[in-house]
């Protein structure tokens, strides 16, 4: 089955700095890589999602970007705010997400003052 | 329009209890999904329904059984509850195919077997 490793586990960035979290996955047949926000004691939301046809694609402060070849997708979040602050999970689906989401095991980004 | 909804929020049980964990959705979607997330270990898929009338297991499902009784609600039974199921649970749905592919979550149960 899939695989998605994800790093860093904690990331603390000055506010107005960008933060950038990578994810590798294991089954080339993975089409759909979405990424959710997760603030403490709430449910994961969507913040941005990337299909295999697509190499980037953005969001305001949001980016994501897709290297199929070597099977790696990362986050970027430019001009980070207090309000980023949050843990960050990336997945992995090969049936377009519907049977069901592989995910990361999670990037605590911190926003320090 | 409530979206995902999960009934209890929290549960205690006792080891060898059993209990069903309720999920509906208004949204009109196809697919449903049970996911537990456990601290450093992200969300794992329990089982899953692509469609009305369908389940599949998914990562980790020993241990559970799920039931998808009509378009909106799917459930999820613990037959004799174990310590290692304590967890928050996640039920989510989404309509699939053509680029809908957007899973929307639930708030979420916090379960504890003592």
């Known amino acids: 089955g899939e695989n998605v490793e994800q790093h860093p586990s904690t990331l603390s960035v000055q506010e107005g700095d960008s933060a950038v979290i990578k994810c590798t996955y294991s089954d080339s047949a993975s089409n759909y890589f979405p990424w959710y926000k997760q603030e403490l004691g709430k449910r994961p939301q969507l913040i941005i999602d990337?299909?295999?046809?697509?190499g980037e694609k953005k969001d305001q402060r949001i980016a994501v970007t897709l290297n199929k070849t070597a099977k790696h997708f990362s986050l970027h979040i430019t001009e980070t705010q207090p309000e980023d602050s949050a843990v960050y999970f990336c997945?992995?689906?090969?049936?377009?997400?519907?049977?069901?989401?592989?995910f990361g095991k999670g990037t605590h980004l911190i926003i320090q003052p | 329009n409530a979206g995902v909804t999960q009934t209890p929020k929290f549960q205690v049980l006792k080891t060898g209890q059993s209990m069903t964990l309720q999920c509906a959705q208004d949204m009109n979607h196809n697919s449903m999904y049970w996911y537990r997330q456990d601290p450093g270990m992200g969300l794992r898929l329990i089982y899953y329904?692509?469609?009305?009338?369908?389940?599949d297991k998914g990562e980790v499902p020993n241990g559970y059984n799920v039931s998808r009784l009509n378009k909106r609600e799917f459930s999820l039974r613990l037959e004799s509850a174990a310590p290692s199921q304590t967890s928050v649970y996640f039920c989510?749905?989404?309509?699939?195919?053509?680029?809908?592919?957007?899973?929307?979550f639930g708030p979420g149960t916090r379960l504890t077997v003592l």
């Open positions: 997945a992995a689906s090969s049936g377009g997400g519907a049977d069901g989401l592989t």
């Open positions: 989510a749905s989404s309509v699939t195919g053509e680029g809908r592919d957007t899973q929307y």
């Open positions: 329904s692509a469609s009305e009338g369908t389940t």
């Open positions: 990337i299909r295999s046809n697509v």
